[in-house]
C-alpha cells in the first residue's frame, strides 16, 4: 500500500472531528437538521485551517445515503466515493489553473444536468479569488439562481478579493487559526496513533512553528518523525526546522540585559555559523521578548507565554527589562526581520539589530534640569549602575536669555530623539507619511532634516522648492509628519519647515517691468521724425499724428 501523507491520513472525516471550527460545525449541522441547506458557501481563512475538509463533509452530508444528516456513516457507497475522490458529482475545481471564462462556461453548462450518482452537486471552487475579472461575472448569474440540485462552496484566503456581488449571495464563514493549545493536543493524538514518542517541549515548538495551521503542524511533525527513530526532543525539531531552541534565546536576553556589545556579535557569529536562517532567527527573538512582555504582565494573565517553560523563569527574565524595553526590543527585531525581505547582507543586518538592542535608551544619558517636567526614567534592572553624585550647594539662578525669535514649542517627549536617529529612520517615516497623505508625502520628499532640537524636528527646503515649503507650513500636513513620527518613534515630536537657503529676490513679471528709455540726443540727424513718421507714434506735443479713429484708417495701408 503506497505511503499517505499524516495531514491526509488524519483528515477529518466527521463534523465531531474538526477541531477549533465550532462555529462553523454548528451552523451546518443546524442547517442539514432542519432542511434549510444554503445554495452558495463561502469559506474564508488562512492556509491550513480546514476549508476544503469541511467543504467534503458538506458532500458527504447532503448526500449520505441516510440523509441529508448532520452525522454522515461514512459506510455507504456515496461517503466512500466522496471519501476516496471518485465520486462524479462532487466536483472539484482549482481556480488558480481555471481562472478563465471557458472554464466558468464549462461550469455553467454542467450544472444543467441532474446528478448521476448522488442528490445534490456539490461544486468546491478552491481559491476562488483567483478567478478572472471576466469570470466571476460570467459565474454571477449561475450563482443568483441555480438549480434545486447545485451546491457551490467557495473556498479563498483572500476574501476581501472577492467581489460583493458574489459574497452577498453566500453565507460566509471565517474560519480560525488553530491555537497553540488546540494544536499540541492534535499532535498528540497523531502520535498516539502512530506509535511514537515525543516530549512536551518538542510538541510546543512543532505547534508554535505551525503558525495556526493544522496542516503545517502534520507536515512538519511527518518531516521531524523521519529525521530519527528515537523519541522526539526538541533539540531534533530546531535541527530539522532551523529554529532557535529556548537556551539561546534565553542567552540572547542575558547578553541584552547586561549590554554586553563583544558577546552579541560573537553570538550573532555562532547563530550564523550554525546556518540559522537569519530572518526566521529575527522573528523567534521578536516572539521571545514579545512572550517576556507578556510575562511582565502576569503569568497567570491572558498574555502568559505558553512557551516559555515554567512561569518563574519567565517572570526572572521579564524582570531584567522595563515594559518600555521590551516594547522597544520587540520592534528593534521585529523591524530586522521585515528588512530582511530586501536585504542581502542578513549578517550585518542581524549584528546591528543586536547592537540596537544593547545601546541604552538616550533618556537614561540625558540629566534632565531640575523643574523641567520631564522625568528620568527607572533604571533597569540588572544594567550597571553609576555611582550617586554627593548632592551639590545650590546655584544662583541663570540670567534670563536675550530675547530671541519665537520658534515651535517642544512637546514632552520620554528622552531625547538625536539628528541622526531621526535621518537614519527618515525612509520609514516617509513611507508612514505616504500611507497617510500621498500629496503629503510628495511634498516632504524633497525635504531635507536639518535638525532637532528640544524634540522638534525642523525640515529644511531649499530655495527652488517654495512651494514645497508653503504647503508643508500648512497646520494639516504639519499633523500628518507629526502622526507619522510618532508611529515610528513612540513619542510625540514636534515639526517646523524652513528655508534652508536664503531665497534670491524674486524677478518681477512680465506687464510690471518699467522700461527705462534713455533720452535720445538732441541733434539725433532725424532719426525721431522719421520713427514717428513710420509708427504714427505722438510727438511732443502729445497729439497723435494718425487719426485712429477714422473709419477709413488701415495700419496696412501705405502713406
Given amino acids: 500500500m503506497p505511503y499517505i501523507s499524516l495531514y491526509r491520513k488524519y483528515r477529518s472525516q466527521t463534523f465531531e472531528d474538526v477541531m477549533g471550527q465550532d462555529h462553523v460545525i454548528r451552523t451546518l449541522q443546524n442547517q442539514i437538521k432542519s432542511g434549510k441547506i444554503s445554495h452558495a458557501y463561502l469559506f474564508c481563512g488562512s492556509r491550513g485551517t480546514g476549508k476544503t475538509t469541511v467543504a467534503r463533509l458538506l458532500a458527504k452530508a447532503v448526500n449520505c445515503e441516510h440523509g441529508p444528516t448532520p452525522i454522515p456513516c461514512n459506510e455507504c457507497e456515496a461517503c466512500k466515493r466522496i471519501t476516496d475522490g471518485s465520486a462524479v458529482d462532487v466536483i472539484e475545481l482549482d481556480a488558480a489553473s481555471n481562472r478563465g471564462v471557458d472554464d466558468v462556461d464549462h461550469l455553467r453548462e454542467g450544472v444543467k444536468y441532474p446528478p448521476m450518482r448522488l442528490r445534490y452537486k456539490v461544486y468546491v471552487i478552491d481559491e476562488a479569488h483567483q478567478l478572472s475579472p471576466t469570470a466571476k461575472d460570467a459565474f454571477l448569474k449561475t450563482l443568483e439562481e441555480p438549480p434545486a440540485h447545485a451546491i457551490f462552496v467557495l473556498a479563498t484566503t483572500e476574501a476581501h478579493e472577492i467581489p460583493l456581488t458574489i459574497r452577498s449571495r453566500c453565507q460566509q464563514f471565517d474560519f480560525r487559526r488553530g491555537s497553540v493549545a488546540d494544536i499540541a493536543a492534535r499532535l498528540r493524538y497523531v502520535l498516539e496513533n502512530e506509535g511514537r514518542e515525543a516530549d512536551d517541549a518538542a510538541i510546543e515548538v512543532l505547534a508554535r512553528s505551525a503558525q495556526g495551521s493544522w496542516r503545517d503542524a502534520l507536515s512538519l511533525l511527518e518531516q521531524v518523525l523521519a529525521y530519527t527513530d528515537e523519541p522526539v526532543t526538541a533539540e531534533h525539531v530546531n535541527t530539522v526546522l532551523g529554529t532557535v531552541d529556548e537556551d539561546m534565546l534565553y542567552q540572547v536576553s542575558d547578553v541584552v540585559a547586561r549590554g554586553d556589545a563583544a558577546a552579541a556579535f560573537e553570538l550573532a557569529d555562532q547563530l550564523v555559523r550554525e546556518g540559522k536562517d537569519v530572518r526566521e532567527l529575527a522573528r523567534a527573538i521578536a516572539g521571545h521578548f514579545r512572550d517576556l512582555l507578556a510575562a511582565s504582565v502576569g503569568?497567570?494573565?491572558?498574555?502568559?507565554?505558553?512557551?516559555?517553560?515554567?512561569?518563574?523563569?519567565?517572570?526572572?527574565?521579564?524582570?531584567?527589562f522595563s515594559r518600555e524595553r521590551l516594547l522597544s526590543l520587540v520592534e528593534i527585531f521585529a523591524g530586522a526581520e521585515r528588512d530582511l525581505r530586501w536585504n542581502d547582507q542578513h549578517r550585518l543586518a542581524l549584528e546591528m539589530a543586536f547592537l540596537k538592542a544593547i545601546s541604552p535608551p538616550e533618556a537614561a544619558r540625558v540629566v534632565q534640569p531640575p523643574g523641567s517636567g520631564l522625568q528620568r526614567p527607572a533604571p533597569t534592572v540588572g544594567a550597571p549602575q553609576t555611582p550617586a553624585r554627593p548632592p551639590t550647594q545650590p546655584t544662583e539662578p541663570p540670567k534670563a536669555a536675550p530675547a530671541r525669535e519665537p520658534q515651535a514649542p517642544p512637546v514632552p517627549v520620554e528622552g531625547q530623539v538625536t539628528l541622526s536617529?531621526?535621518?537614519?529612520?527618515?525612509?520609514?517615516?516617509?513611507?508612514?507619511?505616504?500611507?497617510?497623505?500621498?500629496k503629503v508625502g510628495a511634498v516632504l520628499g524633497e525635504a531635507e532634516v536639518v535638525s532637532v532640537e528640544g524634540g522638534v524636528v525642523c525640515l529644511g527646503y531649499a530655495e527652488k522648492w517654495k512651494f514645497h515649503f508653503e504647503s508643508m507650513r500648512k497646520p494639516e500636513s504639519i499633523e500628518v509628519v507629526r502622526q507619522a513620527l510618532e508611529a515610528v518613534f513612540g513619542r510625540k515630536l514636534g515639526v517646523k519647515a524652513v528655508v534652508s537657503e536664503p531665497l534670491e529676490p524674486e524677478l518681477p513679471i512680465a506687464g510690471e517691468i518699467e522700461a527705462e528709455v534713455a533720452p535720445l540726443p538732441a541733434d539725433d540727424g532725424g532719426l525721431l521724425q522719421d520713427v514717428v513718421d513710420q509708427f504714427g507714434r505722438k510727438t511732443e506735443d502729445d497729439k497723435p499724428v494718425v487719426d485712429i479713429d477714422d473709419e477709413n484708417y488701415s495700419p496696412w495701408k501705405e502713406s
Avoid: C, Y
Avoid at 498574555?303 to 521579564?318: D, Q, V, Y
Avoid at 531621526?422 to 497617510?436: G, H, K, Q, S, Y
Fill in 299 to 320: 503569568p497567570d494573565g491572558i498574555g502568559a507565554p505558553a512557551g516559555l517553560g515554567s512561569a518563574k523563569k519567565a517572570t526572572e527574565r521579564a524582570g531584567k
Fill in 421 to 438: 536617529q531621526v535621518r537614519d529612520a527618515w525612509p520609514r517615516v516617509l513611507r508612514r507619511v505616504t500611507e497617510l497623505h500621498r
